[in-house]
């Protein structure tokens, strides 16, 4: 317990980050993502839009799948703007459907790209 409320107010843990570190502070040991293909679901807002535009900071490949795709057209014009260089590509996944898993599974799998990092 104590180790949780030490983490909720601050306090670095083992890894050295707390819960006020940023993205950017933890991906500063890893500024050269190129060679990474990184699947970010929830990237239309809140943590896994900041986890996209960080990781398209570093030059990850990413796949942004959502519900909305133009969402994440949204989000993948925002990101753009900012990082102009970024490879990003969107791709239509309803989570509660399994047919669209499939779907989505063959299209990914169709761009004969790694999968490094899902999120």
């Not at 398209?56 to 969402?71: D, E, N, T, Y």
């Not at 703007?81 to 169709?110: C, N, T």
Request: a neutral charge; hydrophobic letters at 45%.
């Amino acid at each position: 317990m104590l180790e949780t409320v030490k983490y909720l107010i601050g306090s670095a843990g083992p890894s050295g980050f707390s819960s006020k570190s940023t993205a950017e502070q933890v991906t500063d040991v890893c500024p050269d993502l190129r060679s990474i293909t990184a699947i970010i679901t929830g990237a239309t807002s809140g943590i896994g839009a900041e986890t996209a535009r960080v990781l398209a900071k570093r030059g990850a490949r990413l796949v942004l799948p959502a519900r909305s795709v133009k969402a994440a057209e949204d989000t993948k014009a925002r990101i753009l703007s900012e990082y102009p260089e970024s490879e990003i590509i969107v791709m239509g996944l309803d989570l509660s459907s399994l047919h669209s898993v499939r779907r989505f599974v063959a299209e990914f799998l169709s761009l004969n790209c790694p999968l490094n990092l899902l999120m």
